[in-house]
């Protein structure tokens, strides 16, 4: 007896519905690694250091959504070019981690918020 093979929503195997849930877990997850990685960076711009001097809070409104949609899109972009080159999605899986491991990398290593020097130079008249 032949069993009909299972299909989703617009008679697409169920198989693609759940890999494309996983990719959009990996965006979610992505977006939220990226974030917590991001947040002790700029901790410094915004509480603003002594007496709230240095406080630049464009961190917040600049910053904020471009690592959100960085860590979300470089995942997901991997994710996708692994499925289509291998059509595995175990291996999508892990390229789209290691992906999202390099971008992490990148961004605690090369990023760094601006901040103000603490004193003023003065120039000596003399």
Known sequence: MDTPARTGPAGRPATSART???GLLLALAGSAVALLAWAPLARVNIHGGLESEHRDLSVLYLDLPLIALGGALVPLAVWLLALRVGRRPLLAA???????????????????????PEFATVESGG
């Open 20 to 22: 494309g849930c996983v």
């Open 94 to 116: 892990v390229a789209a981690a290691g992906a999202l491991a390099l971008g992490v990398w990148g961004l605690t290593s090369w990023w760094e918020p601006y901040q103000r």
